[in-house]
């Protein structure tokens, strides 16, 4: 899901399947169910009739398998508008039961039908119960079961909990046996119509019988926001524990036997698990023969080789498997190291970072010669370092990279922007693939703080928002809790203040609201931001362009604080109101906004990585054809990366019919302190001198080279040392200004074919 173009929905081939007619709409807006008094009709509860609701509850019974589903519906009368009037709305359950017999084959409808026994006949007005808030289940004999919530505007006919069932061996809408879990004891009032979150119907997997229902209800006293949980059970007489065997097993790695978490075991009649945190599964079945596999695509295991087991009543068959197949490398944790720079632990404007990468190896094989090059589509951002090796890894190990990534924030930097970086990782067992991670930059710029007062001269709103006790946060958004009921139709004093992110991308900004007012009552202020520009009036909205609320008014002197994002580039408002009437003011407040970036440039750009070359033995004598280790070594400053290629030239190939006794190849051992040069030269020549290019690169264009020679002289001390001494240093200086190539009339050596005992 981090790139939703790869992801894709396959909607399944018999998929619209086709259900009987039933009327979808409930009144407009959110005010739908009548609750008794003192609830008014500002206070009626929300159907949410446009969603099924939770779940879909899947269920395997000796190869019948099962989907059940509920929804809410009107089965009032519809004479009026294109939606139905509060009194010509009835809410009530509409469950489907969809069936297959054979695995992977066509679902269909098996049973449908809408619960509401006391429906009226139009056109007579709906007087019975509001049934809705739904859930279905389903048990091993095939009974179903709806919970809901009621309601009605009749006295003491307070949101309840309570349920209705179907016999398995019934269909076309016998919900019977309605019974009630729990008797309410209040309305809801003043909660902006939300009745709570959804509930639940779900099967206890010890019997496969009973029942477990969780609601809401309302108690007796508070009546705002103060939703209670009340959870019971029920089962159906006559259903009984099936007779069960069991399969169980450990699947574990074929390389180290260690176990593997999260197998999906899978079986011949649909039912599967997956293996725990010791790699052991255990499945209850019927008796009968099955057939087993194990697989785990997401560690890139290969399908280990079926087994065919045989299940008695209450006995137990076991199948162990052994998985292998491919590495998974995976990204671990992010760190940076910004000591080049300013050192406060943050990227800022105009600054050098080092990063630091954990990868791990989640796979199902370990792996070896693995590497990562780092690269980012980020404005103003330079990648100064981005190739390094990772140590090998066995299954379920991580490891860091052995040289530090490094990348400079440009002084155009936009501050604030999260910096987008890909990690392209190879290795033995994994073609090269892209891992991608971000990092924040230029936090802790300064806050900005608001004082003010709300008077009577103020601007007005149109209403005010629900308080709903729940502070709105980055890291879960929250949604809009709408306009309190009651509330359009009457103003309230306001203030709002503009801001902007600079950033290119999302800022989480988080507000602090303290209120010093002297006038009564207490909690009288409230906050709320919007994106672009708020809207005061009409009510309806309130939540156009909403970023995020304050929950619950701070009490006097306290703070309460809230976050939420804002994209890059946008203003966001920040909102201070009474939630009191027209009369409602405050004499004092204060706001503090942070989140802003900290656009200070620091440090300046990555120092460029200096590679210097040197060898302890820069002239060979005597001319004995020995191959000698010249003591090369190279040291660096800067940023670089840590590998180094070794090159040699010389003026004189590795065979040469002029030098007498000649030997090859003339370069062994190329590689930092075991390079050995051939003590040889042409008899009749000038001297040799041989060129040695040090290089580092990431394969990105950053690096460095360095040169260094070694000669052979013609002949001991004076002119012959002199003159071959030229020659080397002129080789060095063209090789220093031409990035590292040789002069003409140089061979590159070490690859020529062995001739001679001196190796």
Same mark, same amino acid.
């Given at each position: 899901?981090?790139?939703?173009?790869?992801?894709?929905? &396959?909607?399944?081939?018999?998929?619209?399947?086709?259900?009987?007619?039933?009327?979808?709409?409930?009144?407009?807006?959110?005010?739908?169910?009548?609750?008794?008094?003192?609830?008014?009709?500002?206070?009626?509860?929300?159907?949410?009739?446009?969603?099924? #609701?939770?779940?879909?509850?899947?269920?395997?019974?000796?190869?019948?398998? $099962?989907?059940?589903?509920?929804?809410?519906?009107?089965?009032?009368?519809?004479?009026?508008?294109?939606?139905? =009037?509060?009194?010509?709305?009835?809410?009530?359950?509409?469950?489907?039961?969809?069936?297959?017999? &054979?695995?992977?084959?066509?679902?269909?409808?098996?049973?449908?039908?809408?619960?509401?026994?006391?429906?009226?006949?139009?056109?007579?007005?709906?007087? +019975?119960?509001?049934?809705? #808030?739904?859930?279905?289940?389903?048990?091993?004999?095939?009974?179903?079961?709806?919970?809901?919530?009621?309601?009605?505007?009749?006295?003491?006919?307070?949101?309840?909990?309570?349920?209705?069932?179907?016999?398995?061996?019934?269909?076309?809408?016998?919900?019977?046996?309605?019974?009630?879990?729990?008797?309410?004891?209040?309305?809801?009032?003043?909660?902006?119509?939300?009745?709570?979150?959804?509930?639940?119907?779900?099967?206890?997997?010890?019997?496969?019988?009973?029942?477990?229902?969780?609601?809401?209800?309302?108690?007796?006293?508070? =009546?705002?926001?103060?939703?209670?949980?009340?959870?019971?059970?029920?089962?159906?007489?006559?259903?009984?524990?099936?007779?069960?065997?069991?399969?169980?097993?450990? !699947?574990?790695?074929? *390389?180290?036997?260690?176990?593997?978490?999260?197998?999906?075991?899978?079986?011949? %009649?649909?039912?599967?698990?997956?293996?725990?945190?010791?790699?052991?599964?255990?499945?209850?079945?019927?008796?009968?023969?099955?057939?087993?596999?194990?697989?785990?695509?997401?560690?890139?295991?290969?399908?280990?080789?079926?087994?065919?087991?045989?299940?008695?009543?209450?006995?137990?068959?076991?199948?162990?498997?052994?998985?292998?197949?491919?590495?998974?490398?995976?990204?671990? /944790?992010?760190?940076?190291?910004?000591?080049?720079?300013?050192?406060?632990?943050? !990227?800022?404007?105009?600054?050098?970072?080092?990063?630091?990468?954990?990868?791990?190896?989640?796979?199902?094989?370990?792996?070896?010669?693995?590497?990562?090059?780092?690269?980012?589509?980020?404005?103003?951002?330079?990648?100064?370092?981005?190739?390094?090796?990772?140590?090998?890894?066995?299954?379920?190990?991580?490891?860091?990279?052995?040289?530090?990534?490094?990348?400079?924030?440009?002084?155009?930097?936009?501050?604030?922007?999260?910096?987008?970086?890909?990690? =392209?990782?190879?290795?033995?067992?994994?073609?090269?693939?892209?891992?991608?991670?971000?990092?924040?930059?230029?936090?802790?710029?300064?806050?900005?703080?608001?004082?003010?007062?709300?008077?009577?001269?103020?601007?007005?709103?149109?209403?005010? #928002?629900?308080?709903?006790?729940?502070?709105?946060?980055?890291?879960?958004?929250?949604?809009?809790?709408?306009?309190?009921?009651?509330?359009?139709?009457?103003?309230?004093?306001?203030?709002?203040?503009?801001?902007?992110?600079?950033?290119?991308?999302?800022?989480?900004?988080? *507000?602090?609201?303290?209120?010093?007012? $002297?006038?009564?009552?207490?909690?009288?202020?409230?906050?709320?931001?919007?994106?672009?520009?708020?809207?005061?009036?009409?009510?309806?909205?309130?939540?156009?362009?909403?970023?995020?609320?304050?929950?619950?008014?701070?009490?006097?002197?306290?703070?309460?604080?809230?976050?939420?994002?804002?994209?890059?580039?946008? &203003?966001?408002?920040?909102?201070?109101?009474?939630?009191?009437?027209?009369?409602?003011?405050?004499?004092?407040?204060? /706001?503090?906004?942070?989140?802003?970036?900290?656009?200070?440039?620091? +440090?300046?750009?990555?120092?460029?990585?200096?590679?210097?070359?040197?060898?302890?033995?820069?002239?060979?004598?005597?001319?004995?054809?020995?191959?000698?280790?010249?003591?090369?070594?190279?040291?660096?400053?800067?940023?670089?990366?840590?590998?180094?290629?070794?090159?040699?030239?010389?003026?004189?190939?590795?065979?040469?019919?002029?030098?007498? +006794?000649? #030997?090859?190849? %003339?370069?062994?051992?190329?590689?930092?302190?075991?390079?050995?040069?051939?003590?040889?030269?042409? %008899?009749?020549?000038?001297?040799?001198?041989?060129?040695?290019?040090?290089?580092?690169?990431?394969?990105?264009?950053?690096?460095?080279?360095?040169?260094?020679?070694?000669?052979?002289?013609?002949?001991?001390?004076?002119?012959?040392?002199?003159?071959?001494?030229?020659?080397?240093?002129?080789?060095?200086?063209?090789?220093?200004?031409?990035?590292?190539?040789?002069?003409?009339?140089?061979?590159? !050596?070490?690859? +020529?074919?062995?001739?001679?005992?001196?190796?």
């Amino acid at each position: 899901f981090d790139t939703p173009a790869n992801s894709t929905f &396959t909607e399944r081939p018999e998929s619209p399947i086709a259900v009987a007619a039933f009327d979808p709409l409930n009144p407009s807006g959110r005010a739908d169910i009548e609750q008794p008094p003192p609830s008014t009709a500002a206070d009626r509860l929300d159907t949410i009739g446009d969603r099924l #609701m939770y779940r879909l509850q899947y269920r395997n019974r000796d190869g019948v398998e $099962s989907l059940v589903s509920t929804h809410t519906v009107n089965v009032g009368v519809h004479l009026t508008t294109r939606f139905p =009037t509060a009194a010509e709305h009835q809410a009530a359950p509409r469950y489907y039961e969809l069936r297959r017999t &054979t695995p992977g084959g066509a679902f269909s409808v098996y049973d449908q039908a809408t619960f509401a026994p006391d429906a009226p006949t139009p056109p007579n007005l709906p007087t +019975g119960l509001n049934r809705w #808030m739904g859930s279905a289940a389903i048990d091993n004999q095939g009974n179903l079961a709806v919970g809901y919530s009621t309601s009605s505007a009749s006295a003491g006919e307070y949101p309840s909990v309570a349920f209705a069932g179907r016999a398995f061996n019934e269909t076309g809408g016998l919900l019977q046996g309605e019974a009630k879990i729990f008797q309410g004891l209040g309305s809801q009032q003043a909660s902006g119509n939300r009745w709570g979150d959804y509930s639940s119907l779900s099967l206890d997997p010890v019997d496969e019988c009973t029942f477990w229902y969780v609601n809401e209800y309302y108690p007796t006293g508070l =009546t705002q926001f103060n939703w209670h949980t009340r959870i019971g059970k029920f089962k159906f007489d006559g259903c009984t524990a099936p007779v069960r065997g069991r399969i169980t097993g450990t !699947v574990t790695d074929c *390389v180290t036997g260690k176990p593997i978490v999260g197998a999906v075991i899978q079986l011949s %009649d649909g039912r599967s698990g997956a293996t725990d945190a010791n790699g052991n599964y255990s499945i209850p079945v019927p008796p009968g023969a099955y057939t087993v596999t194990a697989v785990d695509p997401f560690r890139n295991c290969n399908p280990a080789a079926s087994q065919a087991v045989n299940v008695a009543a209450d006995g137990t068959a076991t199948a162990n498997f052994c998985l292998t197949g491919n590495s998974k490398i995976n990204l671990g /944790a992010v760190s940076i190291d910004d000591s080049l720079g300013n050192n406060n632990n943050i !990227v800022n404007r105009d600054e050098c970072v080092k990063v630091n990468l954990a990868v791990s190896n989640d796979g199902c094989i370990a792996d070896s010669h693995i590497s990562g090059t780092l690269s980012t589509t980020t404005p103003g951002v330079k990648i100064n370092q981005a190739l390094s090796s990772f140590p090998d890894l066995a299954v379920d190990t991580s490891g860091n990279n052995a040289t530090p990534y490094a990348f400079t924030t440009m002084p155009d930097f936009v501050c604030g922007t999260a910096i987008q970086f890909t990690l =392209t990782v190879s290795s033995d067992h994994q073609s090269a693939h892209d891992l991608h991670f971000s990092v924040p930059t230029c936090a802790g710029g300064p806050s900005v703080t608001v004082t003010g007062a709300i008077t009577n001269t103020d601007s007005t709103q149109d209403g005010r #928002m629900g308080r709903d006790g729940n502070p709105s946060k980055c890291a879960l958004q929250k949604g809009c809790p709408g306009p309190i009921a009651g509330s359009p139709g009457t103003n309230r004093f306001f203030d709002q203040y503009s801001f902007n992110n600079p950033a290119a991308s999302p800022i989480c900004y988080t *507000v602090a609201l303290t209120p010093n007012c $002297s006038e009564p009552p207490a909690n009288q202020i409230f906050s709320e931001s919007y994106l672009g520009s708020y809207i005061p009036t009409p009510a309806a909205q309130e939540c156009t362009n909403y970023l995020g609320d304050i929950g619950a008014s701070p009490a006097n002197g306290q703070t309460g604080s809230y976050s939420f994002n804002v994209p890059g580039g946008g &203003t966001f408002v920040v909102v201070v109101n009474m939630t009191n009437s027209p009369t409602g003011t405050c004499s004092s407040y204060s /706001a503090t906004i942070s989140g802003f970036p900290d656009d200070t440039g620091d +440090g300046g750009p990555c120092p460029p990585c200096v590679l210097s070359a040197s060898v302890a033995t820069s002239s060979l004598s005597p001319p004995n054809h020995a191959l000698i280790n010249v003591g090369l070594a190279a040291t660096s400053t800067g940023v670089c990366p840590a590998n180094r290629q070794v090159t040699v030239y010389s003026d004189e190939d590795d065979v040469d019919p002029q030098t007498i +006794g000649d #030997m090859s190849p %003339d370069a062994r051992n190329i590689a930092l302190g075991s390079l050995r040069l051939r003590s040889e030269r042409r %008899d009749t020549g000038d001297g040799r001198v041989y060129l040695i290019v040090v290089r580092t690169s990431d394969g990105t264009g950053n690096g460095a080279f360095s040169c260094t020679t070694v000669t052979v002289a013609n002949g001991i001390g004076g002119p012959p040392t002199a003159a071959v001494a030229a020659q080397a240093a002129a080789a060095k200086t063209f090789c220093t200004n031409n990035n590292g190539a040789a002069p003409a009339g140089f061979f590159l !050596v070490g690859d +020529g074919p062995v001739i001679g005992p001196k190796q």
